[in-house]
T-cell receptor, first 115, second 114 residues
Framework: DTAVSQTPKYLVTQMGNDKSIKCEQN?????MYWYKQDSKKFLKIMFS???????INETVPNRFSPKSPDKAHLNLHINSLELGDSAVYFC??????????????FGPGTRLTVL | AQTVTQSQPEMSVQEAETVTLSCTYD???????LFWYKQPPSRQMILVIR??????QNATENRFSVNFQKAAKSFSLKISDSQLGDAAMYFC???????????FGTGTKLQVIP
């Protein structure tokens, strides 16, 4: 199936731990994103990569570090997890400009719970 | 900075009736795109409909249509013949042409009453 996939879908961990979320898309897109959706459902962009190059880096704590080994993968590593990091994290991808109006194709989300 | 406002945190509609969800945005750009995304309880984000700002004609996708008022910077979503499966959070979104950053509104939770 062509899609954006994320692993894991659920992640429960203790405060202070380090964790990673992986994202892969097989749509042939060249831009990928990480979004955070908080408990009030507000969806906010965190990072975006275009062909492995960081192009959007919103005001996010340094504990969050994205890594794009190739244009089909964008991983998110979080150090020293805090209670406030609990949220649903969405990966998304979009086609090149001029192809599909920056339409976002979303992964299923990863629900992170920090205890 | 671009902002997207959804002033209705929650809406309800009777099954088979029509409902309109509101969205306004603020931008100084002339080239941009607008979207409505649906997020059902499964939490998967699904594109419902999109509109290019340069097109005067309102976009339509089956039971979903938009009322795009460019001068008023308004982009409302009309759902006709509402079905139980339409119950979800609906997000309005904006992106300037040539840019990659999408700005989402705060969402409207739609309840469909049988």
């Amino acid at each position: 199936d062509t899609a954006v996939s994320q692993t894991p879908k659920y992640l429960v961990t203790q405060m202070g731990n380090d964790k990673s979320i992986k994202c892969e898309q097989n749509l042939g897109h060249d831009t990928m994103y990480w979004y955070k959706q908080d408990s009030k459902k507000f969806l906010k962009i965190m990072f975006s990569y275009n062909n492995k190059e960081l192009i959007i880096n919103e005001t996010v704590p340094n504990r969050f570090s994205p890594k794009s080994p190739d244009k089909a993968h964008l991983n998110l590593h979080i150090n020293s997890l805090e209670l406030g990091d609990s949220a649903v994290y969405f990966c998304a991808s979009s086609p090149p400009r001029g192809v599909s109006y920056n339409e976002q194709f979303f992964g299923p989300g990863t629900r992170l719970t920090v205890l | 900075a671009q902002t997207v406002t959804q002033s209705q945190p929650e809406m309800s509609v009777q099954e088979a009736e029509t409902v309109t969800l509101s969205c306004t945005y603020d931008t100084s750009e002339s080239d941009y795109y607008l979207f409505w995304y649906k997020q059902p309880p499964s939490r998967q984000m699904i594109l419902v409909i999109r509109q290019e700002a340069y097109k005067q004609q309102n976009a339509t996708e089956n039971r979903f249509s938009v009322n795009f008022q460019k001068a008023a910077k308004s982009f409302s979503l009309k759902i006709s013949d509402s079905q139980l499966g339409d119950a979800a959070m609906y997000f309005c979104a904006y992106v300037a042409g040539g840019y990659q950053k999408v700005t989402f509104g705060t969402g409207t939770k739609l309840q469909v009453i049988p």
